[in-house]
């Protein structure tokens, strides 16, 4: 029986760029208690020995609430928390180290596996864990003393990155240490994002309950700035259990210089190779530029541009043309770019004795189509063609005269076009002529 592999080997391709691009950079994961619970932990845990296998220096932060409560509630203690943090006295503090020694412990055995008919076969992967963290107490809110409740006070980022350099997995408990030889009881999610924060790593990844960042109709919101999440976050619950706690530490790692955070479902099996070798990913990514971005195209773009166009050029959509006509006429070129890649471009040659450009060579990627990325990019090129002094923009076109017709342009005939590109027209194609004045 024959089996159809297209669709792997078009996934293990479009794989690729990221799969290059993440190979020697640094990951920081959080995930909580709750997940290491589920039944889906020991594939997380193969995922992680995957991204280990492709190079990427991984830190793992990692949470032990429900374990702690469950812990708690066996020897009849009772939690108790202010403002949303926990109080933890001398009691709760012997429950926390157990419960965290143990999910460290449960952690490192799954990371251990090296079963032939599993995906961790040969992986031999090295972990360390240690007392990276150093940390205060936090001391009395609202009256109250928390105790061994502690904030991180210093990271210790040489070592982290000693050990990152090894190649090892470096495993960080909801831990911290003082000079005086105190244990504290961390925050899982402040642990993870001072460490992103002193590592300045190249992604802080936070697993989470829910499918991403939603917006004010309950929608997942795909790629947030700064702004967008300070607009988010505006009078939100900002405790310990909030929703919002993630994104608010989020944030304050991309205030500091981290380049990219994400947002990930943690019921998701597979999520957090989905979000990190797919282009759109699934879930929600923060970051202090936007995701897409319009800018002049450099030489360093042709390939990106090639592969964009080559499709319509197959489909006689667009006028073939070579690579070497292109590398001298790259500096008319405007490209879309999507996480590195090319997702969309035009090219705008001018007439300036006829006060005139013409617009050519206006590609949209396929699967980012009737998303209003098209009218993005166009606006761009129109804004550059106005503050150059042109009077009209031109194209031809054989498939979207619509478009360019809802956009401003009206049909028009060859006659109306300059001289020197009216000679050049190819009656073959019969391109229909569009014209937009601006005057």
Not at 165 to 185: A, K, M, R
Not at 356 to 385: M, S, T
Request: with cysteine; hydrophobic share 45%; proline share 3%.
């Amino acid at each position: 029986m024959s089996v159809d592999t297209s669709a792997f080997v078009h996934w293990f391709r479009s794989a690729a760029p990221y799969i290059h691009a993440h190979r020697g950079k640094t990951f920081v994961l959080h995930f909580g208690g709750e997940l290491i619970e589920s039944a889906i932990f020991p594939h997380l845990i193969h995922d992680i020995a995957l991204l280990n296998s492709l190079g990427i220096r991984l830190v793992i932060v990692y949470g032990a609430r429900p374990q702690i409560e469950e812990m708690l509630a066996e020897r009849d203690i009772k939690a108790r928390f202010v403002s949303g943090l926990r109080v933890t006295d001398e009691s709760a503090l012997a429950v926390v180290k157990q419960a965290v020694g143990a999910v460290r412990i449960h952690i490192e055995a799954l990371l251990s596996m090296g079963l032939t008919n599993s995906p961790m076969a040969d992986a031999r992967i090295k972990i360390s864990s240690g007392n990276f963290i150093t940390a205060k107490p936090i001391g009395v809110i609202n009256g109250m003393d928390l105790e061994f409740t502690g904030t991180v006070r210093r990271i210790n980022a040489d070592l982290i990155n000693h050990k990152l350099d090894n190649h090892e997995i470096v495993l960080v408990p909801p831990l911290g240490y003082s000079p005086t030889g105190e244990v504290f009881n961390l925050g899982a999610v402040e642990v993870a994002t001072q460490i992103a924060i002193s590592l300045q790593s190249d992604k802080l990844l936070f697993l989470m309950s829910g499918n991403g960042i939603k917006d004010q109709e309950d929608d997942m919101v795909q790629q947030l700035t700064q702004d967008e999440a300070e607009t988010i976050l505006a009078g939100k619950n900002l405790s310990e259990n909030s929703p919002f706690l993630q994104l608010s530490h989020g944030l304050r790692a991309c205030q500091k210089g981290v380049k990219r955070i994400h947002f990930i479902d943690q019921n998701r099996d597979g999520g957090l190779l989905l979000e990190l070798f797919s282009r759109d990913g699934i879930g929600t990514m923060l970051s202090a530029m936007p995701f897409d971005q319009i800018r002049p195209a450099t030489i360093e773009d042709i390939g990106g541009i090639i592969e964009l166009i080559q499709p319509f050029e197959e489909q006689a959509v667009l006028v073939r043309r070579s690579r070497e006509k292109m590398e001298m006429e790259i500096a008319d070129y405007t490209v879309l770019i999507r996480d590195g890649a090319v997702i969309g471009c035009a090219a705008l040659y001018t007439f300036p004795k006829d006060s005139a450009a013409e617009l050519a060579c206006f590609v949209i990627h396929p699967d980012y189509q009737n998303e209003g990325r098209g009218n993005e990019l166009f606006n761009w090129v129109e804004k550059k063609a106005r503050s150059a002094g042109i009077e009209q923009l031109f194209l031809l076109t054989t498939q979207a005269e619509h478009w360019f017709l809802e956009h401003g342009f009206n049909q028009s005939s060859l006659d109306d076009l300059p001289v020197s590109r009216k000679l050049l027209y190819n009656y073959q194609r019969n391109s229909k002529v569009l014209i937009k004045r601006f005057t």
